[in-house]
């Protein structure tokens, strides 16, 4: 193992992926992989979540018309190397091209969406997030187009036809602010019972994990994980990021910042390792380095969220991570 020694960090870089019991993952494009995968990618990762190449709005542009071309080089170039593959997202109600919309039979564009991507990469997609983001902040169902034109029951329809289309791949529902709003993890882990009483092999929730140095609280973190194990679900941090800015307080990052986000990839790591292994899906980063992270340019704010800096060196965050696999 060749190991680059950081004296920022503290810590020795070693092979994440390696060095932890579940995988590792990280959102990833299809425009990142060609004509060969980072290295850094390579060095500390064995599973990726396809990041935007599977958005609707990216590959069925418009009514019955698919655009694989950048989904296909992903996956492909993933499977070849034995890389887990996590399909995100089938449905959801961002990124949607405005056909949609207009379309008078959202029943159907919704199941020809799923059946075309999920028989398309049956057996080399994992695990799919059949369902992202379907509840608001209350606990209801969100009010999307999905729901207001094919009735709560897209959500079954939804999962029934992923299923059918491939009964090897594991189905997740994947939502955000699971760890701090009880509520709306009470809800999540109810609409995951009702799909299994009805005969769906959910495998698990994903909880994004876009959260900050300031919160949630390990505590309430804890009792979440607990919560969707005890009730037989596997656990997936989906998309996780820290920031270090999240009331845009800040116009640079200190040294203190980056500490104390050391401190938080810390805890959540032990608190994920605490979920039975049976439970643990996996970790995915919400991208490789702060270069490619969706933070600062969302919210227009200083930011800095991963494990690797803009150059790709590995941050405090780094060794809080790694040294949490001890
Ligand atoms: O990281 C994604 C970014 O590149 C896109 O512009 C954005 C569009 O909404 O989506 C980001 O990913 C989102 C994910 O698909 C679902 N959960 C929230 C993520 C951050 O917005």
């Known amino acids: 193992m060749s190991c680059r020694q950081n004296t920022t960090t503290g810590c020795e ?5 390696k060095l932890a019991d579940f995988t590792v993952s990280t959102a990833l494009n299809a425009y990142q992989v060609f004509p060969g995968s980072p290295p850094l990618f390579d060095r500390h990762f064995n599973g990726l979540t396809t990041e935007n190449d599977l958005k609707f709005e990216n590959i069925h542009p418009g009514p019955g018309f698919y655009d694989f071309t950048g ?10 190397r034995n890389i887990r593959i996590h399909g995100h997202p089938l449905v959801w109600h961002q990124q949607l091209p405005e056909w949609v919309g207009q379309s008078h039979d959202l029943r159907e564009v919704m199941i020809d969406h799923i059946q075309t991507l999920v028989n398309r990469y049956r057996g080399q ?16 169902l969100r009010k999307t187009v999905w729901l207001e034109n094919i009735g709560e029951d897209y959500l079954y329809l939804a999962y029934k036809t992923a299923q ?8 997740f529902y994947n939502d955000f602010n699971l760890a701090s709003n009880p509520r709306k ?3 999540a882990i109810s609409i995951c019972r009702n799909l299994r009483n009805r005969g769906i092999r959910i495998s698990g929730i994903g909880m994004q994990m876009h959260i ?6 390990r505590m309430e973190l804890q009792e979440a994980v607990d919560k969707i194990w005890r009730a037989g679900f596997m656990v997936h941090f989906s998309e996780l990021d ?21 401190d938080t990839y810390y805890d959540v790591v032990r608190i994920y390792r605490s979920i ?21 340019a969302y919210f227009n704010r200083v930011d800095a969220g991963l494990l690797f800096n803009t150059s790709g060196q590995p941050k405090p965050a780094y060794c809080g991570f790694q040294n949490a696999l001890k």
């Open 185 to 187: 993890l009470d809800a």
């Open 276 to 296: 039975p292994p049976q439970y643990q899906y996996g970790i995915t980063l919400w991208g490789l380095t702060d270069a490619d992270s969706w933070l600062p």
């Open 164 to 171: 059918d289309a491939d009964p090897g791949a594991l189905l």
């Open 71 to 80: 989904a296909d080089r992903l996956i492909r170039a993933a499977y070849e």
């Open 13 to 17: 870089e070693g092979e994440l992926w």
């Open 125 to 140: 997609v994992h695990a799919w997030d059949v369902v992202n983001e379907a509840l608001d902040e209350r606990g209801g």
């Open 242 to 262: 820290v920031s270090v800015n999240p009331w845009v307080t800040k116009t640079t990052i200190t040294e203190k910042d980056l500490r104390e986000q050391q």
């Open 212 to 217: 900050s140095i300031a919160g949630p609280y």
